[in-house]
């Protein structure tokens, strides 16, 4: 298929780079303007902090978090689909922050997003054929004919049948339309997808059907994806690597079996302690950890370490220096002034949380 013309002057500059990472973000900071009652002027509501997060190509990254974190902004701001108060989004050696028009586009044909809720994600005018073949007719041009043998390609990868071409989304389940969403995301042949929350809107009994898709077609084509999600489960399953995010910061990142097994962060302990475990016998025995207290407001939030209100390991120093994602071996990066020892562990055994000794500041 024929690529539409670049733009003169769109010539895009690679920067010298890490050749294994493909996505890199550098104290990535998203600033949101809030009106307040009674206030002249709107309030700055920071829903990204300073994140830094590389993506390896080939791999799948998963972004957990409480509602309210800031992953989907995150997911959204490395795509460029929001514009970042500061910090530098790097794509395959390209600085795409001061990217604009023509330049900026030829970035996105090679990067894509699938939204969380098919229902309101697809244009209801447009039958699923004119959905799919619109990123075509956005980023590579092409006949009309060549467009449709894309498009149709495109169904077969995602078991969407040709019949419904010709069909429109309100004729189509939730499954269905997901895979439709998916088939928009794949048309352009990316290399990097964001995919949001893909299965949160959809029943359980398609959310397992639409994260084996996803799966196989990462396999398949090669793909590297930000696979946002608050299913530990779920990521757990799929993912490569897990960035765990609170409040609007990374407070741990590590390969899945490492995070899973030998958490170091608080705030990580205690999201995997809420997740439920088969055996019963495991389930009894393992220390449960319920965090007391609501989310800061990200309007006002706390000084230091932005967990420190509601962490059972605080001490003076978190309320005055924030922490820092440092290297803690393996792969393994914490913020926290007192990060869990890891100690041994079997794989797949819970990790029972120490007991703090200080008390919250």
């Known amino acids: 298929m024929s690529k539409a013309p670049a733009a003169a002057g769109d010539t ?12 890199r973000a ?19 509501l920071r829903a990204v902090s300073g994140v830094d997060l590389d993506i390896l190509r080939g791999e799948i990254l998963g972004v957990v978090g409480e509602s309210g974190c800031g992953k989907s902004t995150t997911g959204r701001a490395v795509l460029q689909l929001i ?9 395959d050696g390209v600085e795409l922050t001061t990217q604009r028009g023509g ?3 030829a970035m996105r044909r090679r990067m894509q997003m699938i939204f969380q809720d098919p229902f309101a994600s697809l244009n209801p005018r447009m039958s699923i054929g004119e959905l799919i073949e619109e990123p075509l007719l956005v980023h590579s041009g092409g006949s009309a004919g060549e467009r449709r043998a894309r498009a149709l390609e495109t169904m077969d990868k995602v078991g969407i049948s040709r019949q419904w071409h010709g069909r429109y989304p309100h004729e189509l389940s939730g499954g269905q339309r997901q895979r439709v969403g998916i088939a928009r995301a794949l048309v352009s042949s990316p290399e990097f997808i964001v995919a949001d929350e893909p299965v949160s809107a959809l029943d359980v009994s398609i ?46 990142v590590a390969d899945c079996e490492s995070l899973y097994t030998r958490p170091r962060h608080p705030y990580t302990q205690a999201l995997l302690s809420a997740v439920p475990i088969p055996d019963p016998d495991v389930e009894r025995e393992r220390e449960q950890r319920i965090l ?26 978190c309320a005055v220096t924030p922490p820092v994602l440092a290297d803690a071996g393996a792969g393994h990066q914490v913020a926290c002034h007192f990060p869990e020892d890891p100690g041994p562990a079997d794989p ?13 500041q």
């Open 207 to 252: 959310q397992a059907q639409i994260v084996n898709l996803l799966e196989s077609l990462q396999e398949d084509l090669g793909l590297t994806m930000m696979f946002i999600a608050h299913d530990l489960a779920v990521v757990r399953h799929l993912c490569d690597r897990i960035a765990v995010m609170y409040l609007g910061t990374v407070v741990e």
């Open 348 to 360: 797949g055994s819970p990790v029972k949380p120490t007991t703090a000794t200080s008390a919250n």
């Open 103 to 105: 330049r900026l586009r």
């Open 292 to 317: 007391t207290g609501d989310v800061p407001s990200p309007l006002n939030p706390p000084t230091g370490c932005r967990f420190r209100t509601r962490c059972w390991k605080a001490q003076d120093v």
């Open 26 to 44: 550098r104290d990535l900071t998203v600033d949101f303007k809030v009106p307040v009652r009674g206030a002249l002027r709107p309030a700055r």
């Open 12 to 23: 895009l500059v690679k920067t010298a780079h890490d050749p294994a990472v493909l996505v």
């Open 83 to 91: 514009r970042p108060s500061a910090g530098s989004v790097t794509f």
